[in-house]
């Protein structure tokens, strides 16, 4: 029994695998149709969310599964004080598989120590979400082929976006890849992170200005400056504008620049981007249910 | 300065200076009946100045937290009057309710039944990270 909760609990040739399989279900979906008959999907969701809860019960739907959802923690029994450990245990009695997000770093491990059934971290407060990872890998797998010797731009909250971290740690596996690392000073990417490019060897840019370095890159990953991950206001609003991309911002960019995004995007990316062919956001969520219907047939261990 | 000799039991020597009554507070020697002495700034031809316990009785010694506080210090383990045993610390892989951690989105901080655990992710910085969060543990 496997649960992923961090984007290392996946080896490299496991990452490929599941993206193969998830090549494989968007060439022939009718052959996965009935993949998880008879079972079921528990999604735990502690934390609001639209598109990673509605991703997974999609996902398990269309393998012919079940979902049981819990979307709001309110009315669970957390907000009576149950324990994320007794919870888990719980769950596992009713589901095959747990999907589960929380706002606190960190439970879906906790989770996953006493769940007898997988579990997968839909996300941990700014810490890890893996299968957004997934969902990225497999729209760079399919917008450029290849992993190896790609200038990738991440901007925006490099410090307590999880995504950025979790991407990171797929992509330093592959060789030849840089990194450009935007963002404002409050928003940097952690050290340990940076430690992590550079003894794998790779390179990367650390800077404020991201229309300088536009020309060089391959992809150019968005993220939004999350509210939630502030404990004070007025940080919050001093930064939550620090970039805004436009058509006139990309004038400079590769034509074949691929634009993306873990969504829900505030402003970040103006909507005059979305008819441009190098965004791959909506791409993107579509890509993530692929690869998480994939996930699930690994962990539950479906041939 | 006069501290009698021990029949049986350790002396911690070799502790960084300074970290002897970290050491005393975390394997909780207050609470033990027998002599316990702590020499602080002892004169050390290795280290300059050391700090060292010695503790009359043969007690549960938690080597982890020795090893993470003072990964120099050594324990002679004493017995009927004898050195019978030299161990030397080193720093361990896992900690286990020694440090806690201080991030405020930690599972740990609302959960607190839960043991607070660190691994060890970086020997030569001796670096320690919360097993849940990845939070770095601050000395």
Redesign the interface.
């Known amino acids: 029994m496997r649960s992923v909760i961090d984007i290392k609990d996946l080896s490299t040739k496991e990452l490929e695998e599941i993206i193969a399989v998830a090549e494989d279900i968007i060439e022939n979906p009718e052959k996965y149709a009935h993949k998880c008959d008879g079972k079921k999907l528990a999604t735990l969701f502690f934390e609001p969310s639209t598109r990673t809860r509605l991703s997974f019960e999609a996902a398990m739907y269309e393998l012919g599964g079940h979902v049981l959802s819990m979307s709001d923690a309110t009315s669970s029994s957390a907000a009576k004080g149950e ?3 007794d919870t888990a245990k719980t769950v596992s009695c009713y589901a095959d598989i747990i999907a589960m997000r ?6 879906p ?2 989770a996953a120590m006493n769940a007898s059934v997988p579990v997968i971290n839909a996300g ?4 890890n979400h893996p299968t957004q990872t997934l969902a990225d890998l497999l729209t760079i797998h399919r917008e450029k082929g290849r992993f190896e010797g790609l200038t990738v731009g991440l901007c925006g909250d490099l410090k307590f976006g999880r995504t950025v971290h979790s991407l990171i740690n797929a992509l330093i596996r592959y060789k030849g890849i840089k990194f450009v690392l935007i963002s404002p000073d409050e928003l940097k990417v952690p050290s ?1 992170v940076k430690n992590e490019i550079k003894e794998c060897g790779l390179e990367y840019i650390q800077t404020k200005d991201l229309e300088e370095y536009m020309p060089q890159l391959d992809i150019l990953y968005m993220t939004r400056v999350q509210r939630e991950r502030f ?1 004070n206001e007025e940080d919050y609003l001093r930064l939550k504008d620090s970039y805004i991309l436009t058509p006139e911002k990309l004038a400079n960019a590769k034509e074949d620049l691929s634009i993306m995004h873990p969504l829900p995007r505030v402003n970040e990316i103006s909507v005059s981007v979305d008819d441009d062919k190098r965004a791959c956001y909506f791409k993107q969520v579509l890509n993530g249910k692929y690869m998480r219907m994939a996930l699930i047939l690994k962990l539950l261990e479906v041939k | 300065m006069n501290i009698d000799s021990i029949k049986n039991g350790f002396v911690i020597d070799h502790i960084e200076a300074g970290k002897g009554m970290e050491v005393y507070n975390l394997l909780a020697l207050d609470s033990l009946d027998c002599s316990v002495a702590i020499i602080k700034n002892a004169t050390s031809r290795k280290m300059g100045k050391k700090d060292i316990i010695k503790i009359d009785a043969k007690i549960e010694l938690d080597m982890d937290i020795l090893g993470y506080v003072s990964p120099t210090a050594t324990v002679d383990v004493i017995e009927d009057g004898k050195l019978c045993e030299k161990k030397k610390m080193t720093l361990p892989e896992k900690l286990t309710n020694v440090i806690f951690c201080k ?9 607190q ?2 043991p607070n655990i660190f691994t060890l992710t970086n020997r030569e910085l001796h670096e320690y ?8 543990a601050s000395k």
């Open positions: 324990s994320v450990a929380h706002p606190k770093e960190g439970a491990l906790v941990d407060g700014g810490h340990y404990f | 991030n405020p989105r930690c599972i740990t901080t609302t959960e039944e839960l990270r919360c097993a849940y969060c990845e939070t770095k």
